[in-house]
């Protein structure tokens, strides 16, 4: 089934919240430049997205997607048998699931893909029940039924957990993400880049400024280019990091404000294909029964162009080879892709 998108520059999404903990918070701040959105973003295009529905078993509501080499998991937290589904984009098929849910051996609860190591085909995964990350050969789980994942690392909770979203994986060692870091009571919180250790289990903050209380932001990491960037979901803004977590540029989006308001349109999830970012952009519309939008913009922050949805989106990932976008959504239908 195919379903029409459009595409429109002027208009103005889970990944999956992981908790994890922090140890440290940087103070300070650097000069950064600030940039207003741009009047003339008007550029429309027309896009369609087609449905993978009848090629796997049907899910539930606010699934999430990993992109694991050519294989797509789709995350269904809510399934009891194996919330992992695998399907071969090379070979258009459903090939398997895993990921038993419970508390007892081999099984999990509270789960959320964290990264995939392409290298070592290796998905690693929080166990919220235990507090631990454990990892999955994806082939070998999905082609065998008494695969046993592995313990990677028991999390440090010595400062109190705290969320990590929007994971990056570097190397064995290392996972960039967002990083919440909540008051004493937990009744408040800031957001932050942060460094996940997976030899430790410890989070360090990266960034110097952090966003608002009770703010969040996704993030991008573009290593080759020396950027990391943060979409802002409760200020509509854009801010342009080097490596080193040290802020570059900000851009505030078409509905900024300085206080934030229930009704206003923001930024969610974010991501790369080649060089361009793909990012949701969300707020009044989906309350007012409209759809998503996704953003497009360069690696600068300058906005390109826009693709509107008639449904809300929950979750996307890029596939290079097919240079297609998959995601999933809450309408019709609940999974498929949009041709790039």
């Known amino acids: 089934m195919r379903k029409k998108l459009i595409v429109n520059k002027n208009v103005n999404q889970n990944h999956f919240a992981i908790l994890i903990m922090l140890m440290s918070v940087m103070a300070g701040c650097r000069h950064s430049d600030t940039t207003l959105w741009p009047d003339s973003a008007d550029m429309e295009i027309n896009a369609s997205i087609q449905s993978l529905e009848d090629e796997l078993p049907p899910i539930h509501s606010f699934t999430t997607l990993m992109l694991c080499g050519d294989t797509l998991i789709v995350h269904d937290p809510r399934k009891r048998d194996a919330q992992f589904l695998g399907y071969d984009i090379m070979q258009n098929k459903y090939i398997g699931a895993f990921g038993k849910y419970g508390d007892g051996p081999n099984e999990l609860a509270n789960s959320v893909p964290l990264v995939y190591d392409d290298s070592t085909g290796i998905m690693h995964v929080i166990n919220g029940n235990r507090w631990e990350i454990i990892s999955f050969k994806v082939n070998e789980a999905i082609s065998d039924s008494t695969y046993q994942y592995k313990l990677k690392v028991h999390l440090d909770e010595s400062n109190g957990r705290q969320p990590l979203i929007y994971g990056y994986y570097v190397n064995d060692s290392t996972i960039l993400g967002m990083v919440h870091i909540c008051n004493e009571d937990f009744t408040s919180q800031t957001t932050h880049i942060g460094r996940l250790n997976l030899q430790t289990g410890k989070v360090n903050v990266m960034d110097q400024i ?109 596939h290079s080879v097919t240079n297609r976008i998959y995601l999933t959504t809450q309408g019709t239908p609940q999974i498929g892709y949009v041709q790039l």
Not at 232 to 247: C, E, P, Q, S, V
Not at 281 to 299: C, K, T
């Open 210 to 318: 952090g966003d608002e209380v009770n703010s969040r932001s996704s993030l991008v990491v573009l290593p080759e280019h020396d950027r990391m960037m943060t979409f802002g979901k409760t200020h509509d803004r854009i801010r342009i990091f080097d490596m080193n977590a040290h802020l570059v540029k900000e851009i505030q989006g078409p509905c900024f404000k300085q206080e934030h308001e229930d009704w206003m349109k923001f930024f969610s999830s974010a991501i790369t294909a080649g060089d361009k970012i793909y990012v949701f952009y969300r707020g009044s519309a989906e309350r007012m029964g409209e759809g998503d939008v996704i953003m497009v913009f360069d690696i600068e922050g300058n906005y390109q162009n826009s693709m509107k949805f008639d449904t809300q989106l929950n979750s996307m990932v890029y």
